[in-house]
């Protein structure tokens, strides 16, 4: 599974309040970590697929988002349910650390 690009206000909150626990990655096209977890983010979407979806919204291209949720350092990852934040990891962590923070919150759901 790939991710999904969020390019308006109106684009993340149908995505975020779908129901299910979703990922979103703020990023941003000159952010050099953001490239770095790039690869990582689409791994991770292939890891949850069929059970949390990954989208990407690049915080230049919908700054009203990023206002919203106080993005202020990226890259950051968020995990929404139901359209609210639940969750939240900034800048450049590993693969096993991401899976075991989704993981977490997928149990919380139970």
């Not at 979703?22 to 979407?45: R, Y």
């Not at 697929?49 to 202020?72: F, M, S, T």
Request: proline share 5%; net charge neutral; glycine share 8%.
């Amino acid at each position: 599974m790939s991710t999904t690009t969020v390019n308006t206000t109106a684009d993340f909150t149908d995505f975020t309040r779908s129901g299910e626990l979703v990922l979103i990655d703020f990023h941003a096209s000159w952010c050099g970590p953001c490239k770095t977890l790039a690869p990582t983010v689409e791994q991770l979407a292939a890891d949850f697929e069929g059970r949390v979806p990954v989208a990407k919204l690049d915080i230049e291209q919908v700054p009203e988002v990023a206002a919203r949720y106080a993005i202020r350092s990226v890259p950051t990852l968020m995990l929404f349910r139901e359209g609210k934040a639940v969750g939240s990891v900034i800048g450049v962590r590993s693969r096993p650390e991401l899976k075991g923070w989704i993981s977490g919150a997928l149990a919380q759901a139970g």
